[in-house]
């Protein structure tokens, strides 16, 4: 079977309705994926547990056989860890969003985790294909006593296609709820070339002689720590230290209102330079909230 490189959306396609939902519970000592159901184009392997350093923490993969959203698609994924579970979260492979000739595809993550519940929510890249429009909205929710982290790349498009910065929009909503359902981080963001350079200073731009490199490449990154305030405070320097030794990224570091985690904003000369840098900042966190440094884990 032959596949497209830039799969067609029809004009008028109504998309589909693609859907995860899963519970994570803790059940004699390892963490059970309890509860799952799917929506095709969304599947969901049974869980694993490839971590020696970590036996009982589940890590479940995301698959989708059309590789990513198409036009008027609506996904939705829901992930909710219950008292004493801990689990790792991630996407098969990176997530394309295809040429749409008009229409918006629409993607919706709701996260939970209970207190004394512990989620690693890591997905790959995003990619933007040429003519793509996204809108992605993110609904944290971690009560007092547990522990989230959240991690989002966003490539720049196919650059070796010649695609860089050739969608039509990204969107982004992500809030982080406290007590009583009341926001306590909320960040928003809409990237449209056709508005300006989105390399230019101010956006992705590195500023000075730097931004004469090619900046077709630039990748924006982020990673939320959601934790206790001791824990926050501990890994804050060494977050900061470590993004430092990384110098193909432009990074910032600095503690979520209330002392509720650290947040972590970066743009890298390229994809890779990014996962390498958050690769860093989750290693640290494992190493507070776990006690265990990251696995190697090879997926392709």
Request: hydrophobic share 40%; net charge neutral.
């Amino acid at each position: 079977m032959l596949l497209a490189l830039n799969p067609p959306a029809e004009a008028g396609s109504p998309g589909q309705n693609g859907s995860v939902e899963l519970v994570l519970e803790q059940r004699a000592g390892q963490t059970r994926l309890t509860h799952c159901r799917t929506r095709p184009p969304l599947l969901v392997q049974q869980a694993l547990y490839p971590d020696e350093a970590a036996p009982d923490l589940a890590h479940v993969f995301l698959a989708n056989p059309t590789g990513g959203l198409l036009q008027n698609d609506r996904h939705h994924i829901a992930v909710s860890v219950g008292d004493g579970a801990r689990a790792h979260v991630t996407t098969q492979s990176a997530t394309k969003a295809y040429t749409m000739p008009e229409g918006v595809a629409e993607q919706r993550v709701s996260l939970n985790v209970a207190s004394g519940g512990y989620l690693e929510y890591l997905p790959d890249p995003l990619i933007p294909y040429q003519d793509a429009s996204l809108i992605q909205e993110i609904e944290i929710t971690c009560e007092p006593g547990g522990a989230l982290l959240f991690s989002d790349v966003i490539a720049p498009g196919r650059v070796a296609m010649g695609e860089s910065f050739r969608f039509r929009r990204l969107s982004n909503r992500l809030t982080l709820w406290g007590r009583g359902g009341r926001p306590v981080y909320r960040e928003a963001f809409d990237l449209d070339p056709r508005a300006g350079d989105l390399t230019g200073t101010g956006v992705l731009g590195f500023g000075g002689r730097q931004d004469a490199d090619d900046a077709s490449a630039r990748t924006l990154g982020s990673m939320l720590i959601v934790c206790d305030s001791r824990c926050a405070v501990s890994m804050l320097d060494q977050v900061r230290h470590a993004l430092g030794q990384c110098p193909r990224v432009r990074a910032g570091c600095s503690m979520l209102p209330d002392s509720h985690g650290v947040g972590v904003k970066m743009i890298g000369r390229d994809c890779a330079s990014v996962q390498t840098a958050l690769k860093r900042v989750w290693s640290i966190a494992r190493w507070e909230l776990l006690g265990v440094a990251a696995p190697a884990l090879r997926k392709y």
